[in-house]
C-alpha cells in the first residue's frame, strides 16, 4: 500500500474513533439528564385500603412513564395509572404534572360476596332474613353483599327455622343446601259415634278416638263409617300451629238423587234453602223433601221426594216457557223497539217472554223514552208513555237558575203571554217615539238577575277598570255583543252575533248562545213579568216609589242633575252595587235604575201596523243606533221612569250598561 493511501486510512482510523467518543460522550449525557429529570418528577403512589397495598398491581394506561416499586416516573404532563387487586374492582386514575412529587392514593372497591341457598322445596313460601329483616319469599336465596358479618335465617311454615351466620370477604362466593328438619306436631281426633275409620292422606291410620303425630303441611281427613255420612276434612301442621283437636259430629247417611235439570242455568232450592246445582246431591233420609227448579222466563216446577237412608234415585226437571201479554201506548204515535229489535208503531198488544224487556219509544223532534218490563201469565201487563218534543224535555231539564262561568246568576222565564208595549199619548210622560205595539212572547229564555258588573267583564276586557261589584258602563253596544259571543264560547254555546270587524254581519236567531235582551223581553220583565196585570212602572202603578225600589236622581243628587226625585232617597247619589235595591217583582234586580241598559234591536221610528199581534223574535237589521231601555241614577222625571220609556244610543256612557239574556234551546 502506498504512503498516501496509508495516510488515508489512518485518518479515517482516527475520525471513527473521535465519532464513537462523541456518540459515548452524548450518551452519558443523556442519562444524567434522563436520570436526573425522572429522579425529580417520582410520584409515590399508595393502593387503599392498606391491607391490599403489597398485593395490588400497578400499570401505566397513558403517557410516557414508568413504574418502578410503586413510584411513577413520567416524561409526560399526564399519566393515567391502573390498579388491581384480587377480590377489588380496578380501578384507573389521571395524574397531572400539579400531582407529580406528591403522594397518591388510589382507593380500590370490594368485590360484593355472593350468597346462594337453596332449600330443595318445590313451593315459594320460604320466607329469608338478613339480620332479622325480611328480605325475600322464595325457594332459593341469592344475594351479593358487601364484605362484613351476616345472620341469614330460612323460615318456611312446615319446617324448623334454619340460621347461618357468615364473614363475608370481597367477591367471596358461598353456595349451599339447606337440609330443613319438618315440624312436627299433634293431632288429636274424636266423633259423636265411636270406631270411626281415619284416613290421613289416603292412608288408614286407625279409628276415632286417635292421636298422632304429623308432620309440618297440610293433610286430608277422610271419617267413614257405616250408616253415616263421610266426613271430608283438611289440617295443616306449622310452625305456629302444632296442637290440632278436632271432633266430629258424624250424621246418619242421606239418600242421593241423580238430577236432570232444563233448560240450564236455573236455581235449585230444597226445602226452601238454595242449593248448589250439581248432577248428584243428597238429602235428608225418611222425610219428605221438597226440591224447586226455576230460572227467570220459565214456568218454576217443584217435586217431593222421600228416599231411605242409602238410596239412590233419579229426578227430572223440564221447565215450560212463561209468556205475559204486554200493551204498548205512546202519545203521539212512535215507533218501538224492544231489546234493540224494531216491532212496529203504538198501539202495540204483544205476547212476550217473562224476561225483562226494555222498550224504546222513539219519533223524530220528540225525545225518546226508554222503559223496562217484565211481563208475567198472571196478568196483561200495560206500557204508557207521553212523549216530549226536544224542546219540551230540554225546557224541562233547565235549572231555575244557574250561575255563569263569569260569576253572574241566570234566571229561567217561561212567558206564554202578550204585552202591549208602548204608551198612548194621553200617558203622563209619554215620548212621541213609544209606538204601541203588541207583542206574543212564548218562548223560554234566560235573564240575567243583574247587569254585568266590571268584576265579570274585566274577564273578557283586561283592560276594564273599575270598582268589581258596579255595573259595567261605557260599553258600546258592539263591545256588549261581543263580551255575550265570549261568554258563550266558554260555555261550550252557539254563538248568537257573527262580527267581521267592527261590524255584526250576520245574527242567529237559532242559537243558545248569550246575548242582549230584545226590547219586547225587556219590556215584558219589567212591566208584566210576575204580576197579574202590566203596570206602568217597574214597582206598579203607583207614582209614589215604594222605599228601596229603584235607584235614581233623588234628595242626594239635587244640584248634580237637571231632574231629581223629591222625597225619596235611595242611599246612593251615583251607581250602586248591583243588588243594593230590593227584588223587583220580575225576581230581577235593577231594570228599573241604577244604569239604563243596551238591548238587542236596532233603534227604529217606524210605526207598527195597527191591530196587528207581532211574534217575538230576534231583531237582524242592520244600524247604527240600538233601543236603551230603563232609568239610571241620573233619572228624574216621570217620563224617564216608566217601564215604557226608550231611547236609541250609538256610544257608550256612563249610565248605561247592559244585561244578558238566552234563550233555553236553539230553534224556533
Known amino acids: 500500500m502506498s504512503e498516501f493511501n496509508q495516510a488515508i486510512e489512518a485518518a479515517k482510523r482516527r475520525q471513527r474513533r473521535m465519532l464513537l467518543w462523541l456518540s459515548l460522550g452524548f450518551i452519558v449525557v443523556a442519562c444524567i439528564v434522563f436520570a436526573t429529570l425522572i429522579a425529580s418528577r417520582a410520584t409515590p403512589i399508595q393502593v387503599l385500603p392498606e391491607a391490599i397495598s403489597t398485593e395490588a398491581k400497578l400499570s401505566t394506561n397513558s403517557g410516557i412513564a414508568l413504574l418502578l416499586d410503586h413510584h411513577l416516573y413520567s416524561l409526560s404532563d399526564t399519566a393515567e395509572v391502573e390498579a388491581s387487586a384480587p377480590g377489588y374492582q380496578t380501578t384507573t386514575q389521571l395524574i397531572s404534572q400539579s400531582g407529580f412529587g406528591k ?23 320460604t320466607r329469608w332474613y338478613i339480620n332479622d329483616k325480611l328480605t325475600t319469599v322464595a325457594n332459593t336465596f ?73 308432620p309440618g303441611g297440610p293433610h286430608q281427613l277422610d271419617i267413614t263409617k257405616p250408616g253415616f255420612e263421610t266426613v271430608t276434612d283438611s289440617v295443616e301442621i306449622n310452625q305456629t300451629s302444632t296442637q290440632i283437636n278436632r271432633q266430629y259430629r258424624l250424621q246418619a247417611e242421606r239418600a242421593k238423587i241423580h238430577l236432570t235439570a232444563l233448560p240450564e242455568g236455573g236455581t235449585l232450592t230444597v226445602n226452601g234453602i238454595d242449593t248448589p246445582l250439581q248432577n248428584v246431591i243428597k238429602v235428608d233420609a225418611n222425610q219428605n223433601n221438597v226440591l224447586t227448579y226455576k230460572k227467570p222466563g220459565y214456568f218454576s216446577q217443584s217435586k217431593r221426594v222421600n228416599l231411605k237412608q242409602g238410596e239412590t234415585s233419579e229426578l227430572q226437571f223440564n221447565l215450560e216457557k212463561e209468556m205475559g201479554k204486554v200493551v204498548i201506548e205512546s202519545t203521539p204515535q212512535a215507533n218501538v223497539t224492544i231489546n234493540n229489535k224494531s216491532v212496529g208503531q203504538t198501539p202495540l198488544s204483544l205476547t212476550l217472554d217473562a224476561l225483562p224487556q226494555t222498550i224504546d219509544f222513539s219519533l223524530d223532534g220528540y225525545r225518546a223514552e226508554t222503559r223496562t218490563i ?90 276594564h277598570k273599575g270598582d268589581p261589584n258596579l255595573p259595567a258602563t261605557s260599553v258600546t253596544w258592539l263591545d256588549a255583543v261581543r263580551y255575550a259571543n265570549w261568554l258563550s264560547q266558554l260555555e261550550g254555546l252557539t254563538v248568537v252575533y257573527n262580527i267581521n270587524g267592527n261590524q255584526v254581519t250576520q245574527i242567529n236567531d237559532q242559537a243558545d248562545g248569550y246575548r242582549l235582551l230584545t226590547e219586547a223581553e225587556w219590556e215584558w220583565l219589567a212591566r208584566k213579568a210576575g204580576r197579574p196585570v202590566q203596570t206602568l212602572f217597574v214597582w206598579g202603578n203607583d207614582k209614589t216609589i215604594l222605599p228601596k225600589a229603584v235607584n235614581i236622581a233623588d234628595e242626594s243628587a239635587k244640584g248634580s242633575v237637571t231632574h231629581y226625585v223629591p222625597r225619596y232617597n235611595d242611599g246612593y247619589a251615583g251607581m250602586a252595587p248591583v243588588m243594593s235595591m230590593n227584588r223587583e217583582l220580575s225576581g230581577l234586580f235593577d231594570l228599573g235604575g241604577n244604569v239604563s241598559e243596551w238591548t238587542h234591536d236596532n233603534y227604529s221610528l217606524t210605526v207598527p201596523k195597527p191591530g196587528l199581534v207581532y211574534t217575538q223574535t230576534l231583531d237582524k237589521t242592520a244600524g247604527d243606533e240600538h233601543v236603551v231601555k230603563g232609568a239610571n241614577w241620573r233619572s228624574g222625571t216621570l217620563s224617564e221612569l216608566r217601564a215604557s220609556y226608550r231611547d236609541g244610543a250609538s256610544q257608550g256612557r256612563d249610565d248605561l250598561g247592559f244585561r244578558l239574556g238566552r234563550y233555553v234551546y236553539g230553534g224556533h
Open 103 to 125: 403522594l397518591t392514593q388510589i382507593t380500590l372497591q370490594p368485590l360484593p360476596a355472593e350468597v346462594v341457598l337453596k332449600t330443595g322445596l318445590e313451593d315459594n313460601k
Open 142 to 214: 341469592e344475594q351479593s353483599f358487601e364484605n362484613g358479618d351476616y345472620t341469614i335465617k330460612a323460615s318456611h311454615p312446615f319446617y324448623e327455622p334454619v340460621t347461618r351466620q357468615y364473614s363475608l370477604a370481597p367477591a367471596q362466593k358461598i353456595e349451599e343446601t339447606l337440609n330443613l328438619t319438618p315440624v312436627m306436631g299433634e293431632l288429636s281426633l274424636s266423633s259423636t259415634s265411636a270406631q270411626a275409620d281415619v284416613s290421613i292422606d289416603g292412608k288408614a291410620q286407625g279409628q276415632t278416638p286417635l292421636t298422632l303425630s304429623l
Open 374 to 463: 217484565t211481563p208475567t201469565a198472571k196478568s196483561t201487563s200495560s206500557v204508557s208513555v207521553n212523549l216530549l218534543t226536544e224542546k219540551q224535555a230540554r225546557l224541562q231539564e233547565a235549572p231555575r237558575s244557574y250561575n255563569t262561568r263569569a260569576g253572574g246568576e241566570m234566571m229561567l222565564f217561561t212567558p206564554n203571554d202578550t204585552i202591549i208595549m208602548g204608551a198612548e199619548r194621553s200617558e203622563p210622560g209619554q215620548r212621541a217615539n213609544e209606538f204601541i205595539r203588541k207583542v206574543t212572547i212564548n218562548r223560554p229564555f234566560y235573564a240575567g238577575v243583574h247587569e254585568v258588573t266590571n268584576a265579570a267583564y274585566a274577564q273578557f276586557d283586561k283592560s
